[in-house]
């Protein structure tokens, strides 16, 4: 039934530069989050002397990525839905994929912010 994700309002008026600037408000974010996680790290390893965060860093510089390619991959499913306007399957198919990448992005984001927690000294 595409007519579900196709027809829908909500969709049609959230599918399009609003996703958009919420994945770039996530973007921002995380990758911000990212940056002190890092600074955080070399505060660690200074004052005990040692590097031991290699594999942490590995894996939350691959979640600044996925992060950017989920951007990207936003940005060309819209360009490329604006090209099958009249296709209801299509655009079923792209709103679904687009609402799939917004929760990619949530999901990063709350990885990254599990992360910062766990670093953050308690009270």
């Keep these: 039934m595409p007519h579900v994700l196709a027809n829908n309002n909500f969709l049609t008026g959230f599918v399009n530069h609003e996703i958009l600037a919420i994945m770039a408000v996530i973007m921002t974010i995380s990758i911000a989050s990212i940056a002190t996680i890092h600074i955080w790290f070399n505060e660690l390893e200074e004052k005990h002397g040692q590097r031991v965060f290699g594999k942490a860093r590995r894996e939350i510089n691959h979640s600044a990525f996925v992060m950017i390619w989920l ?6 499913l819209l360009i490329i839905r604006s090209m099958f306007l009249e296709n209801v399957t299509a655009i079923s198919l ?10 990619a992005s949530v999901i990063t984001l709350l ?3 599990g992360t910062v927690k766990s670093l953050t000294p308690t009270d």
């Design 111 to 113: 990885d990254v912010m």
């Design 71 to 76: 951007f990207v991959g936003q940005l060309a």
């Design 94 to 103: 792209f709103n679904g994929v687009s609402v799939l990448l917004l929760l």
